[in-house]
């Protein structure tokens, strides 16, 4: 942070919401219905050297690796177009069981599905699936979730925690099992695939287990998110505590009403 004097740290600690927003840019691909917190540009350019968060498809090109952009980036990835981040990961806990041989698909537990070059389909039994005569690439236990919740992430701590019931979303506080495979999740992709600020959609499944279903960028933040995703920022990029009447103002916003 550019604090030059004590006069400028007390106007900081005390001062107005003016002063700590607008020091991290974002570029997404939303218009929100609140007042953000970041400044929203885009492109790089735009920054003027303060920190940039990346909440969309942007692809950041060879302007930044030139050194022309001298901007930390947040969420420097994209996933290409059919990547999917969680076979890269199948025989962790976190993924249902999955076989690549047709003939290993009664070791399986069903519902699965089944999956291949002309799409998926979900077989509800054994005999179902024999009457089949489809070719597939792998096959994979279909979980059908208790619950689900989305997690979002800054790095490899949770940011704030969401069950979602219908098409409806409710704030949750981590519970000590949901804590711990978040971790063993997070611990496994985020250093793998350079992951800074995302989201995770869990299935909790009716025998208490949870499994990892999506891995997305930070889009379709409400106002509480995005309050509480800046000040993780914030605070890695400048390496100060925001004040803590700034935080308290932040839990306070009421999500579920």
């Not at 002063?19 to 218009?31: C, L, P, R, S």
């Not at 971790?183 to 995302?198: F, P, Q, R, V």
Request: proline share 2%.
């Amino acid at each position: 942070m550019n604090i030059r004097s004590f006069t400028e740290y007390e106007k900081y600690t005390n001062g107005s919401i003016e002063d700590i927003i607008g020091k991290v840019h974002a570029i997404t691909q939303e218009n929100v219905n609140y007042n953000s917190p970041f400044a929203n540009i885009k492109s790089l350019e735009e920054a003027n050297d303060f920190p940039i968060l990346i909440c969309s498809e942007f692809k950041v090109t060879k302007l930044n690796e030139s050194g022309k952009i001298k901007s930390k980036i947040y969420n420097q990835f994209n996933f290409r177009k059919g990547y999917n981040l969680i076979n890269k990961h199948i025989g962790e806990s976190f993924v249902p069981k999955t076989v690549k041989d047709r003939n290993n698909v009664k070791r399986l537990k069903f519902p699965i599905v089944a999956s291949g070059k002309n799409g998926s389909n979900t077989y509800n039994s054994l005999y179902m699936f024999k009457k089949s005569e489809n070719d597939y690439n792998s096959y994979q236990e279909k979980i059908v979730p208790k619950t689900r919740y989305e997690v979002l992430m800054f790095k490899n701590e949770a940011v704030s925690v969401y069950e979602k019931i219908n098409d409806n979303r409710y704030e949750r506080n981590v519970t000590k099992d949901l804590d711990k495979a978040i971790k063993n999740i997070t611990g496994k992709i985020s250093e793998s695939h350079g992951l800074d600020a995302y989201y995770l959609t869990i299935y909790e499944s009716m025998g208490g287990k949870y499994y990892l279903n999506k891995v997305s960028k930070c889009s379709s933040m409400n106002e509480k998110q995005a309050n509480q995703l800046y000040i993780k920022i914030y605070e890695d990029y400048y390496g100060y505590d925001l004040p803590n009447w700034f935080k308290n103002k932040v839990r306070s916003i009421d999500v579920n009403s």
